[in-house]
């Protein structure tokens, strides 16, 4: 579970993040809102990438603040942009990368990578260089590479808005076979239909924290 203690978030004395509570222990659950929201700020805050101005952020009973490293190593978080994600040149490489600075042995660390290669479509491109991999495909190894470190929840920020419509469905196929919680935040309100929790963030608060058919329309009406 991922709880929020009365948290705020500032940037340059801004407040972007206005005493947020919640506890997230759903297995899907997405946050939906304008751009500028809040929405990012916290998705980060929930793996340690940001730190609250004040409150606490737990992960397991982790704070992120006091207890970084175990707080982190739960919480796989995939960007917007996969490109910021893949650092080395072949897909094997990549997604070994994580495993390798955790310092787990060689053996263990070619078991761990192959059974993602498979378990996602990915083998045949295994010495593929990554930054040739389409859009679609190189979300598809970011996610990977963050899957492979066997994280308990993960975090995923606007995963589809980048991608086509085949590559779209992939990656809701492949977020819909994960076993670990999962928070999402999207614009992509038909992916979260099936959700079993969705918050709707305006100006740093929670305005509606329900199932998607109570919370969808909430949100679409105050758009309008
Ligand atoms: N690193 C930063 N430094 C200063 N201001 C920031 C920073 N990151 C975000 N902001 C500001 O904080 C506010 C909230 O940004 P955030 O990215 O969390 O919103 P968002 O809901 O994810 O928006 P979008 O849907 O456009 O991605 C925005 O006004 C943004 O300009």
Known sequence: MIELR?????YDGRPVLNGISLSLAERRIAVLG???SGKST???LLNGLILPTEGEVLVDGHDTRRDARAARQRVGFV??????QIVYPTVAEDI????????LPKEEIARRVEAVLDRYGLGRYRDHPAHKLSGGEKQLLAIAGVLVLEPHHLVFDEPTTLLDLRNRRKVIEMIRGLSQTVIVVTHDLDM????DRVL???DGRVVADDLPAVAVPAYVRRLS
């Open 200 to 202: 709707v963030l305006e």
């Open 79 to 84: 960007f917007q942009n996969p490109d910021v």
């Open 42 to 44: 916290f998705a980060r």
């Open 34 to 36: 304008c751009n500028g």
């Open 192 to 195: 979260v239909r099936e959700f």
């Open 96 to 103: 070994a990368f994580g495993l390798k600075a955790r310092k």
């Open 6 to 10: 009365n948290v705020f978030h500032s």
